[in-house]
């Protein structure tokens, strides 16, 4: 009974971190057709920028409450000026060429983006436990959980919720729907099809910083996570069908279930269990499973 909690828990908990890790860049995916490895940048600048500006705002010896301030604001403004800088720098320059080009071409930046974060923060690692610490813990069936996890996993239905909204319930997404559909018709009938590309770009990289900013207080960032993230982040969408809001949301809770089962039972077989999930699935379902109708098969 109690492992039964634990792997539910601990499945939920790595779920919504995965879902904030990577809705972004099926997002992206969707929108564009571009398969974005930047976007492990993203995450990177957002955890450093998250973790940087909490460590200086505690020195100051101030109410930790306004650090869940901090996190978002951080993300904002990183994504915001990362994605703008890049979308206007390097990809509008892009567009319409080879998805294997656009693929080289994100990864060249993401190795940029690895440098940049050295080069701003240095290469020592950075903990700002002071968020996650402050709200303490609950117990559940006796098993200690951390209630900041619990507001990772409110905030990431709040995403998913809100993406929802504005893509189905409001003009604006709706015309992105047409976009997503067809760019020359939707060009022809006279929609700036890049703003929404641009829009769409920050966006993603918005959400991509905003969860690394989200998961800086429970790890200790350090070169590198942002090349670990989207290693998962790709199982994930490839899972759940690339260019899917919903299929992230679905791929994440397979691949966090999926986890916590192996890290429970066997721990050894961490990783491989998500990657054999997502060999399974693409045997059944070649395109993921909520993938959209002009899905490419991996």
């Known amino acids: ?119 701003i923060w240095g290469t020592d690692s950075y903990i700002a436990y002071q968020p996650a610490y402050w709200l303490g813990t609950i117990e559940i069936f006796g098993i200690p959980y951390t209630i900041y996890k619990f507001l990772t996993i409110g905030i990431a239905l709040a995403v998913g919720l809100v993406l929802w909204w504005g893509l189905t319930r409001t003009r604006t997404g709706k015309l992105l729907l047409v976009v997503i559909n067809d760019r020359e018709i939707s060009s022809a009938l006279g929609i700036n099809v890049t703003l929404f590309f641009t829009a769409t770009f920050v966006i993603g990289a918005t959400l991509g910083a905003l969860g690394g900013a989200l998961t800086a207080p429970e ?51 961490e990783l491989f269990s998500i990657y054999i999930v997502m060999a399974l699935v693409l045997a059944i379902k070649p395109y993921g499973l909520f993938a959209l109708s002009e899905g490419r098969k991996i």
Do not use: C
């Not at 939920?12 to 890790?21: D, I, K, P, S």
């Not at 398969?35 to 500006?53: E, K, T, V």
């Not at 790890?219 to 998962?232: H, Q």
């Open 219 to 269: 790890i200790s960032v350090v070169p590198g996570i942002g090349a670990e993230i989207i290693v998962m982040a790709f199982a994930v969408i490839v899972i759940g069908g690339m260019g899917s809001i919903g299929g992230a949301m679905i791929g994440a809770l397979i691949v966090g279930f999926a986890r916590a089962l192996s890290v429970h039972l066997y721990p050894p077989a």
């Open 1 to 119: 009974m109690l492992t039964a909690v634990a792997i539910s828990l601990d499945g939920l908990g790595f779920a919504a971190w995965l879902f904030l890790a990577s809705v972004g860049l099926t997002l992206i995916y969707g929108v564009m057709r571009i398969l974005n490895i930047a976007h492990g940048g993203f995450y990177a600048l957002g955890a450093y920028s998250a973790a940087w500006a909490i460590g200086l705002y505690t020195q100051t010896g101030q109410t930790i409450a306004l650090t869940y301030l901090i996190i978002p604001v951080a993300a904002l403004v990183v994504g915001v000026v990362a994605g703008l800088t890049i979308e206007r720098g390097v990809m509008r320059y892009m567009y319409g060429r080879d998805e294997v080009l656009m693929v080289l071409v994100t990864y060249a930046i993401f190795l940029i983006l690895e440098d940049v974060t050295k080069l």
